[in-house]
């Protein structure tokens, strides 16, 4: 399957439908407080990198975003919609946030995902992501998952 990976707003309706549908598939898991969508304006940031993967027709197959902070970045609102998954495209929109992430000067990338994620959590791990604690704002929750990966700095 071909698709191409962009930087897009996230206000477009068929982007809109994409971040519905993971917001219900988390609500299908998980009770509403283990649930830490980043709501759609919060989306819009300048500190936020939010991108669209899409096929050769310009249908919206996966979403995702990395947030920056001064210390980290914060991976948030991967979703895949389920007729595109096993193609290679979380992998592929992973890749292109952790370049941008990188690009813009970080070294570490967070993220915090459920349990019940079998699929995210396998991808991070191979990906290279390792279990920690909470970070940033979020607390202990026994349906949740904190990872993060480290990558190298460059030589200035």
Avoid: C
Avoid at 5 to 33: F, H
Avoid at 37 to 49: G, I, K, S, T
């Amino acid at each position: 399957m071909q698709f191409q990976i962009a930087l897009e707003d996230p206000a477009k309706p068929d982007v809109i439908a994409l971040l519905e549908a993971g917001d219900a598939y988390g609500a299908s898991l998980y009770p509403a407080e283990s649930n830490h969508f980043l709501p759609l304006e919060a989306l819009r940031a300048p500190n936020v990198r939010f991108v669209v993967a899409r096929d050769g027709q310009g249908t919206a197959l996966a979403t995702g975003a990395v947030a920056l902070s001064d210390d980290f970045a914060e991976l948030k609102r991967m979703w895949v919609v389920p007729e595109a998954r096993g193609k290679g495209i979380s992998k592929a929109v992973l890749a292109d946030l952790e370049a941008r992430v990188i690009e813009a000067g970080q070294s570490l990338l967070r993220l915090e995902t459920g349990i019940d994620n079998h699929e995210a959590l396998a991808l991070y791990e191979r990906q290279g992501f390792a279990r920690r604690g909470p970070f940033g704002d979020y607390r202990e929750d026994p349906l949740s998952v904190f990872m993060e990966k480290q990558f190298g700095v460059a030589a200035a």
